[in-house]
């Protein structure tokens, strides 16, 4: 499977941005997608993930009510759309695949299949 991450970009603080994970090549379930953002010298960081059947969502607690999750599924697409951004949120976003039920949400080792990553910059 190939997940492409698009989306990101130069924002100034405030400003909002949509992030999409499309997947390809695919031929087994899929349990759940989830970002995670990598800044360097930092460890990469959960973001954001949604069950396959779009029902669950989880956020990590600094982007709650900031940060949406959402699941096309006629076009196989996660969206992350990101308002109210902040310096802070500046980093490389990843999205991934989770294929297992095991394994927590918020870490990284439960996921299996990874994109390629798409820089977020925010400006002050």
């Known amino acids: 499977v190939q997940l492409q991450a698009c989306g990101g970009g130069l924002v100034q603080a405030g400003g909002s941005l949509r992030l999409s994970c499309a997947a390809s090549?695919?031929?087994?379930?899929?349990?759940?997608v989830g970002w995670f953002r990598h800044v360097p010298g930092k460890e990469r960081e959960f973001v954001a993930a949604?069950?396959?059947?779009?029902?669950?969502?989880y956020y990590t607690d600094s982007v709650k009510g900031r940060f949406t999750i959402s699941r096309d599924g006629a076009k196989n697409t996660v969206h992350l759309q990101m308002n109210s951004l902040k310096p802070e949120d500046t980093a490389v976003y990843y999205c991934?695949?989770?294929?297992?039920?095991?394994?927590?949400?918020?870490?990284?080792?439960?996921?299996?299949?990874w994109g390629q990553g798409t820089l977020v910059t925010v400006s002050s």
């Open positions: 090549g695919r031929t087994f379930s899929v349990y759940a």
């Open positions: 949604i069950s396959w059947g779009g029902t669950m969502t």
């Open positions: 991934a695949e989770k294929t297992q039920y095991s394994g927590s949400y918020y870490q990284e080792e439960s996921y299996d299949y």
